[in-house]
């Protein structure tokens, strides 16, 4: 159930243009306007709350904008939403696997979502779990699985229905460095060989650092800084990213507001917040 | 098969799968209706029948059929809560399937199992002592236990789409869950019984699933099968449709 790229004039595979998103009062994405090109590794860094995930959800169709456009492989997520989520795969920041399901399952069900014939969805599924290491528990559950092994399954998933964009909310988060090397290796092939678009967040630098050619710092909800992380460090003069993102972004830990937004959201919960 | 059904069916497979897996799930769900059958059958079926109410096993075993696949149905439905808890949902939600075909493949899987939940019950209840009257209507009554099945579930899967915390769960079950049963007459039978009462009792869905089974394993239905039945349908697509409605609402 492939669905074609459509033609954009530069290239762009994700234009956002002034996107808002408010809960409430609070505005947690505040008029943000970035695109990736076709074929690049996008990292977009920022704070704790800066507002990444939230745009990765309205980038994804998981959840609507307050105001603002988007295109994602030319398609809107508000209007296309199939033709958008047929062009990417999502690691998400929060665990989104079927525990109760061995990996093999959850590989079969994603495949089935995805309409891969059988066929490839098997051959696929042997090579990505060959590469992620997880062949030879295929048929564990995934509730005997370590949390570096569910990350590599995820990552698996992600890659199975071979979609152009991979959204990938800090991946590498709780994995060893072995482990995020080899994946980062394995996604720098990807893009290299199939043009795959890639678009991370991260809190390691060094990483961002090596990875990424092109970098988006945001804070606040609003864009602080953009370019090649060699633009950025030159531009704040400073030897590392992570100096740079300091410089860019301050010395204050973001709690605050999450905390007291957090108690909110616990309170509105157990009734849902339409 | 397309590859819209292979999806209806894959979302099934999987609750059919986690339902077998889940063997302390399964005794603690049968664990109710037993208690039910035992407790209420034995202890209250000398009054029932000095009353002049005949056979109570015989009047109480389709009521707890149902309690069976009520129970087991809307907690299937209910599990949106819990994959929304661990993460799945989000797998579903960003897959280019529309939304209706997910929901329609998890509120038949949650009517799978609780069908297959209700029959256990109900051989649990021919070994009580439980008699099925007319052989030839049992196909019949295994469409009305499916149909109940589908409407539970379907009242589950309503709930898990706006309720987003296990901390409403209880209170589904309380507020919700247990009056519709104890509404339904499938302890008590409907005579005799103060106005208002009898009013919610015709308004409980439950009720028409019940008394479905009373007309179809037994010779007793108030209002007659075939109109149990256009209830029951006419019940279980609607709730079909806003649950699925729901679903397609949710975001993250
Ligand atoms: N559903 C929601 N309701 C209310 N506030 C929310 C909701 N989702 C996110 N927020 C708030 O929006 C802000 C941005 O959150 P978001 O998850 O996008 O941050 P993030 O940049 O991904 O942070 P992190 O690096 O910690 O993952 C936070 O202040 C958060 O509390
Ligand atoms: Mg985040």
């Not at chain 1, 800084?225 to 301050?250: M, N, V």
């Not at chain 2, 519709?180 to 409907?190: K, N």
Request: with cysteine; net charge positive; glycine share 10%.
């Amino acid at each position: 159930m492939s669905t074609p790229d459509r033609e954009t004039s530069a290239g762009l595979v994700i234009e956002v243009r002034e996107l808002v998103k408010k809960f409430g009062d609070f505005s947690a994405v505040n008029g943000v306007s970035f695109e990736v090109s076709g074929g690049t590794i996008f990292g977009f860094l920022g704070p704790n709350g800066a507002g990444k995930t939230t745009i990765i959800k309205m980038l994804t169709t998981v959840l609507r904008p307050t105001s603002g456009s988007i295109r994602v492989n030319g398609y809107d997520p508000l209007s296309e939403q199939r033709q958008v989520r047929s062009s990417f795969g999502i690691v998400f920041q929060d665990p989104s696997l079927d525990s109760e399901m061995t990996a093999l399952e959850n590989l079969e069900l994603h495949g089935v979502l995805y309409g891969i014939p059988s066929g490839a969805r098997k051959q696929r599924t042997e090579t990505l779990l060959k590469l992620v290491e997880l062949w030879d528990r295929r048929k564990e559950f995934v509730k005997n699985f370590s949390g570096g092994m569910k990350r590599r399954l995820e990552i698996a998933r992600a890659l199975l229905h071979e979609p152009r964009i991979v959204f990938l909310d800090e991946p590498t988060i709780g994995l060893d460095p072995q482990t995020r090397n080899h994946i980062w290796q394995y996604i720098k092939t990807l893009n290299a060989e199939q043009q795959i678009t890639v678009f991370f967040t991260t809190h390691y630098m060094d990483e961002a650092d090596r990875v990424a050619d092109e970098i988006a710092i945001i804070d606040h909800g609003v864009i602080v800084s953009r370019g090649t992380p060699g633009a950025i460090k030159a531009g704040t003069q400073s030897g590392s990213l992570e100096d740079a993102f300091i410089a860019l972004t301050g010395q204050t830990i973001r709690v605050e507001e999450a905390s007291s937004i957090d108690r909110m959201r616990t309170l509105g919960k157990a009734w849902g917040r339409r | 098969m397309g590859p819209q059904m292979r999806v209806i069916y894959i979302l099934c497979l999987r609750q059919i799968k986690r339902y077998m897996r889940a063997r302390a799930r399964i005794i603690g769900s049968l664990g109710q209706p037993l208690l039910f059958l035992l407790a209420m059958g034995f202890g209250f079926g000398p009054i029932f029948r000095k009353a002049g109410g005949g056979n109570y096993i015989q009047f109480l075993a389709p009521g707890i059929v149902i309690m069976g696949i009520l129970f087991t149905a809307v907690f299937s439905g209910i599990e949106i809560i819990w994959d929304r808890q661990f993460g799945f949902l989000k797998e579903t939600l960003v897959a280019p399937v529309s939304r209706l075909n997910i929901a329609l493949g998890r509120t038949l899987g949650g009517a799978v199992v609780a069908f297959i939940q209700g029959l256990v019950v109900l051989v649990f209840c021919l070994i009580a002592g439980f008699r099925i009257e007319v052989a030839a209507l049992l196909p019949v009554a295994l469409l009305a236990m499916f149909i109940s099945a589908v409407l539970f579930s379907a009242i589950g899967m309503a709930l898990g789409s706006v309720l987003e915390d296990m901390q409403a769960f209880p209170l589904i079950m309380n507020f919700l869950v247990m009056p519709l049963f104890f509404l339904s007459g499938a302890l008590f039978p409907m005579k005799g019984l103060p106005e208002p009462l009898m009013f919610a009792m015709r308004a409980d869905p439950v009720t028409y699933g019940v008394d479905s089974l009373r007309g179809t394993l037994g010779r007793a239905s108030l209002f007659g099968v075939g109109t149990d039945l256009i209830v029951l349908g006419a019940i279980a697509t609607m709730l079909v449709s806003i649950g699925a409605y729901l679903f397609s609402r949710i975001e993250l």
